[in-house]
């Protein structure tokens, strides 16, 4: 039996496992290392998130992005204002994986029952194996969320933004980017940029992340400006404090506000750095997509404006339109979801990431309903990998959290990225 098995590879599994070997806890991990970067990430896209707060977390902060930078012989590095491409990450990752991780098994989880006092799992190759502890990691895109109002449309005429990595297949194609969060906004400018024919649909208008001039990375600022609007991992300001840099404190709101401010805060926007790739350069429309059909080899969306409907015909459709937060999106624990406790299908955690299943832990995107929005980002990864790991070690307190059902559940939440 093995001690711990970790499902994912990418910044958070990663940065569990590298703990738990810290540690000396046997483990196995399962999963394509940084996955879903490597694969699943658009070529030019850039990570939101500054350099500094973009690290993946080895034991004693060992192992910055900025090493990484250094040891590779790139000389741009930055702590504020890089805009870090997703393919520079992946490389960083797998070079973590290498030096702080070792092995990681590709295999496929497909099903875990409860067995004994731990867990069984079936891989795709039909081996099984049993675990005392799961750590599920699993990252994004078993989340990635496609509006039923495209269900319609064939499988090669919709897609979600995480489908591609290669864009140049789009060269000469009508594309319709739905959403208006970061990913939509940026996938559009590379879209138009490789040759699309770009439109983007919003059902609210268009906003842009536009830093103050005391916090653009070209300007000097004194002593008072930044103690008076400090860098923190989800952004400068001290607005922005609690919800980066107090994860723990966080878990102790009531439930009903941490899924609202979990999932709700940081809506989406684009950042003021792609404003000029997008604005007045690609066709914007807002309003809502009253039906969708197919005409031909194209399909034609009829949409509700505030200028009147307008008709917009595609050969590809794609949604950016987030992620959602609930386990029934993960196959593999369809035996032993009836057991686990939630809030809109997000898991309900104790402050060690273990939900009302012993010995089940969720990291990452599922753990921000109990700690934040800081688990969004790379930027949580620290301290869940750092939790997760003491109470596997026995060195936590043991405290488990018993009140995990909210008297109020506030609406559900899709999140943009």
Same mark, same amino acid.
């Given at each position: ?123 795709? /190759? +039909? ?7 799961? &750590? ?5 895109? =078993? #989340? !990635?969320? @496609? ?123 684009? /950042? +003021? ?7 007045? &350069? ?5 309003? =809502? #997509? !009253?039906? @969708? ?125």
């Amino acid at each position: 039996m093995v001690e711990v098995v970790v499902i994912g590879a990418g910044p958070y599994g990663l940065s569990v496992a590298a703990h738990l070997r810290h540690q000396r806890i046997p483990f196995r991990v399962f999963g394509k290392p940084m996955g879903m970067w490597r694969d699943h990430m658009p070529k030019g896209l850039t990570l939101k998130s500054d350099a500094f707060a973009s690290n993946i977390a080895a034991p004693n902060n060992e192992f910055p992005l900025e090493r990484f930078y250094r040891e590779s012989g790139r000389t741009e590095y930055s702590p504020i204002g890089l805009r870090v491409r997703g393919d520079v990450v992946a490389e960083y990752g797998q070079e973590f994986q290498r030096r702080y991780v070792g092995e990681v098994d590709e295999a496929r989880i497909v099903e875990i029952t409860r067995f004994g006092g731990g867990f069984r799992l079936t891989l795709d /190759s +039909g081996e099984t194996l049993s675990a005392r502890k799961v &750590v599920v990691a699993t990252g994004l895109l =078993s #989340l !990635r969320h @496609v509006p039923e109002s495209l269900a319609s449309l064939p499988s090669g005429m919709v897609s979600h933004s995480s489908a591609h990595n290669d864009l140049s297949k789009f060269n000469g194609r009508r594309v319709t980017v739905i959403g208006a969060g970061q990913s939509a906004c940026e996938l559009s400018a590379l879209l138009n940029e490789q040759g699309a024919e770009v439109t983007m649909l919003t059902r609210r208008p268009l906003k842009w992340y536009e830093p103050k001039n005391e916090d653009k990375p070209n300007v000097r600022r004194n002593a008072w400006q930044r103690v008076r609007r400090p860098n923190f991992g989800l952004g400068p300001g001290w607005r922005t404090w609690f919800w980066s840099e107090r994860p723990y404190e966080f878990s102790y709101l009531p439930q009903s506000t941490r899924y609202a401010k979990a999932y709700g805060l940081f809506a989406p926007a684009g /950042s +003021g750095w792609i404003k000029h790739r997008v604005d007045g &350069v690609i066709p914007i429309h807002t309003g =809502s #997509l !009253r039906s @969708v059909q197919m005409q031909g080899d194209a399909a034609h969306l009829s949409v509700d404006t505030t200028e009147g409907p307008v008709e917009l015909a595609a050969d590809h459709v794609i949604a950016a339109t987030g992620y959602r937060p609930e386990i029934s999106r993960l196959p593999f624990l369809e035996q032993i979801q009836g057991d686990i406790e939630t809030i809109h299908g997000a898991p309900l955690l104790n402050r060690s990431f273990e939900s009302s299943v012993p010995g089940l832990h969720f990291a990452g995107f599922m753990g921000a309903a109990t700690f934040g929005p800081s688990m969004r980002f790379i930027y949580g990864a620290r301290f869940a990998a750092e939790r997760v790991s003491r109470h596997l070690s026995h060195l936590g307190d043991g405290q488990r959290r018993t009140e995990r059902v909210a008297v109020h559940q506030p609406e559900q939440a899709s999140v943009a990225v």
